[in-house]
């Protein structure tokens, strides 16, 4: 952590997340690094909010091919006719619905509205656009009951959200009500904080952000201009909804967020971008063990509680 000016929280917190890494190998399995990054998931894990329920179920069933797996969760109050899509993180690699279950109950319990995590498939067994197209798919079901849809992710997931919506401008679906978009990776060149202050930053390297975008596209640096891959490809954004960013500060993606909140502004979209100061990537697993990411997850549940309530960021 040299030279990155962290408080002793925080310090903390990385020393405990890298903890479960200490005895990673070079030539892991991905079926070990997995099961790595959900036991690290599991470790910070809260107890269920009162009054939370949680339900495992199907989404596009009318469709047996492409049944996307879900967990929905709601508390009694939550706000009628609006949800909370939500993409995990983990580099289109890692992670699924147990990975970010604790976050997802705390976001539907703090914001009193109903969230669905999407169990998307995973890179490299399934590259792109495989996972886009199950966030598609999963919108489309949402959109067809009857909902206004707010998009949740953080950091892959979160650049999930941002393709979705350059995806749906094209084929000329509706657009979501919300975006609220948490560490996003967006930009097309994983590899730009290479020789910047965020290169070996905490939880996230650069190597390591390149290395998951060559997983997700297979190899294909093509497609890499292909805004519905990465996002700030493209930054025309005319339609596309209102958003709040939360970046981290020590995060090779920490420019990612200030720039696509540049291009929602110069569009005329309403956006609010929070300065991320003091933290790092994968901080919302943290929320119990640091006052400073308490206090942005405090931040992110009432972005999400507003938009959901009233459409304004």
């Given at each position: 952590?040299?030279?990155?000016d962290?408080?002793?929280?925080?310090?903390?917190?990385?020393?405990?997340?890298?903890?479960?890494?200490?005895?990673?190998?070079?030539?892991?399995?991905?079926?070990t690094?997995?099961?790595?990054?959900?036991?690290?998931?599991?470790?910070?894990a809260?107890?269920?909010?009162?009054?939370?329920?949680?339900?495992?179920?199907?989404?596009h069933a009318?469709?047996?091919?492409?049944?996307?797996?879900?967990?929905?969760?709601?508390?009694?109050?939550?706000?009628?006719?609006?949800?909370?899509?939500?993409?995990?993180?983990?580099?289109?690699v890692?992670?699924?619905?147990?990975?970010?279950?604790?976050?997802?109950?705390?976001l539907?319990?703090?914001?009193?509205?109903?969230?669905?995590a999407?169990?998307?498939?995973?890179?490299?067994?399934h590259?792109?656009?495989?996972?886009?197209?199950?966030?598609?798919?999963a919108y489309?079901?949402l959109?067809?009951?009857?909902?206004?849809?707010?998009?949740?992710?953080?950091s892959?997931?979160a650049t999930?959200?941002?393709?979705?919506?350059?995806?749906?401008?094209?084929?000329?679906?509706?657009?979501?009500?919300?975006?609220?978009?948490?560490?996003?990776?967006?930009?097309?060149?994983?590899?730009r904080?290479?020789?910047?202050?965020?290169?070996?930053?905490?939880m996230?390297?650069?190597?390591a952000?390149?290395?998951?975008?060559?997983?997700?596209?297979?190899?294909?640096?093509?497609?890499?201009?292909?805004?519905?891959?990465?996002?700030l490809?493209?930054?025309?954004?005319?339609?596309?909804p209102?958003a709040?960013?939360?970046?981290?500060?020590h995060?090779?993606?920490c420019?990612?967020?200030?720039?696509?909140?540049?291009?929602?502004?110069?569009?005329?979209?309403?956006?609010?971008?929070?300065?991320?100061?003091?933290?790092?990537?994968?901080?919302?697993?943290?929320?119990?063990?640091?006052?400073?990411i308490?206090?942005?997850?405090?931040?992110?549940?009432?972005s999400?509680?507003?938009l959901?309530h009233?459409?304004?960021?």
């Amino acid at each position: 952590m040299s030279g990155f000016d962290v408080d002793q929280e925080m310090q903390a917190f990385i020393k405990r997340s890298e903890s479960f890494s200490k005895d990673a190998r070079p030539d892991d399995s991905l079926e070990t690094i997995r099961a790595r990054y959900d036991r690290t998931a599991e470790a910070f894990a809260r107890p269920y909010p009162p009054g939370l329920q949680a339900k495992d179920g199907v989404l596009h069933a009318q469709n047996p091919a492409r049944e996307l797996r879900v967990r929905c969760y709601a508390t009694p109050d939550a706000i009628p006719g609006r949800v909370a899509l939500f993409f995990h993180g983990g580099g289109f690699v890692l992670g699924g619905l147990d990975s970010h279950d604790s976050v997802c109950a705390d976001l539907a319990a703090g914001a009193e509205v109903a969230v669905v995590a999407l169990d998307y498939r995973l890179s490299p067994e399934h590259v792109y656009p495989a996972a886009l197209d199950d966030a598609e798919a999963a919108y489309d079901d949402l959109i067809d009951s009857g909902q206004a849809v707010i998009l949740v992710g953080d950091s892959a997931g979160a650049t999930l959200a941002v393709a979705l919506c350059h995806r749906l401008r094209r084929l000329g679906k509706p657009m979501p009500w919300a975006q609220v978009l948490i560490y996003p990776m967006l930009h097309p060149d994983p590899g730009r904080a290479k020789g910047g202050p965020n290169e070996n930053a905490p939880m996230l390297t650069a190597a390591a952000l390149s290395s998951f975008r060559g997983f997700y596209t297979g190899g294909d640096v093509s497609v890499t201009r292909d805004p519905e891959l990465a996002p700030l490809a493209s930054l025309d954004v005319a339609g596309f909804p209102p958003a709040a960013l939360f970046p981290a500060q020590h995060d090779p993606l920490c420019d990612d967020a200030a720039e696509y909140a540049a291009a929602l502004r110069e569009a005329g979209i309403h956006v609010t971008l929070h300065s991320g100061e003091g933290l790092v990537h994968a901080y919302l697993r943290g929320r119990a063990n640091s006052e400073r990411i308490a206090t942005a997850f405090s931040e992110i549940v009432s972005s999400l509680q507003r938009l959901a309530h009233s459409g304004r960021v």
